[in-house]
């Protein structure tokens, strides 16, 4: 079955600077790959997503990049803010199934 | 719209005592989701419900039992609980077939077996 592994798993910024979070799939037919920010006590939440159709998604401050070849997908965080902290989950959807598989989660903090 | 809502919102069980996880949606979704939560482990499906009458199992479904109710609900049940089932647990709900796959998770309920 799809395997999805994150790094890092924590990742310390100072406010202004740039945040990127790594991710690796094992399935090839995995075509769907949505990001989650889930802030201390509440629920996760969709932040960002990507279709395998797709290369590069924008939305503001937020990007994800997708390389299908080398099967991996990044999370790009500009301008970082203190209200950017939180635990950050990619996964990843097989074509033709509903379920999702999440990695491990990538704690950031982001300092003032 | 309440979204997705789950009761009850924290929960604490001795080992071998059985309770059920209630889960509701109010955005006619088809398919639903139970996860579980633990520090490291990222979110884990333990069942899900592609469509109403249909459930099948995640990663981790040993130990749990499911039932979708009708289209808006879903329940989990712990026959037995043990200590490892000592975790936060989210439902989710999508939308499936029309190319919105996005999961809306409910607020959660922390469960402590003792």
């Known amino acids: 079955g799809e395997n999805v592994e994150q790094h890092p798993s924590t990742l310390s910024v100072q406010e202004g600077d740039s945040a990127v979070i790594k991710c690796t799939y094992s399935?090839?037919?995995?075509?769907?790959f949505p990001w989650y920010k889930q802030e201390l006590g509440k629920r996760p939440q969709l932040i960002i997503d990507i279709r395998s159709n797709v290369g590069e998604k924008k939305d503001q401050r937020i990007a994800v990049t997708l390389n299908k070849t080398a099967k991996h997908f990044s999370l790009h965080i500009t301008e970082t803010q203190p209200e950017d902290s939180a635990v950050y989950f990619c996964a990843a959807r097989r074509t033709g199934f509903q379920k999702l598989v999440f990695g491990t989660g990538t704690r950031l903090l982001v300092s003032p | 719209n309440a979204g997705v809502t789950q009761t009850p919102k924290f929960q604490v069980l001795k080992t071998g005592q059985s309770m059920t996880l209630q889960c509701a949606q109010d955005?006619?979704?088809?398919?639903m989701y139970w996860y579980r939560q633990d520090p490291g482990m990222g979110l884990r499906l333990i069942y899900y419900?592609?469509?109403?009458?249909?459930?099948d199992k995640g990663e981790v479904p040993n130990g749990y039992n499911v039932s979708r109710l009708n289209k808006r609900e879903f329940s989990l049940r712990l026959e037995s609980a043990a200590p490892s089932q000592t975790s936060v647990y989210f439902c989710?709900?999508?939308?499936?077939?029309?190319?919105?796959?996005?999961?809306?998770f409910g607020p959660g309920t922390r469960l402590l077996v003792l």
């Open positions: 419900s592609a469509s109403e009458g249909t459930t």
């Open positions: 989710a709900s999508s939308e499936s077939g029309t190319g919105q796959e996005t999961q809306y």
């Open positions: 399935d090839s037919a995995s075509n769907y």
């Open positions: 955005m006619n979704h088809n398919s």
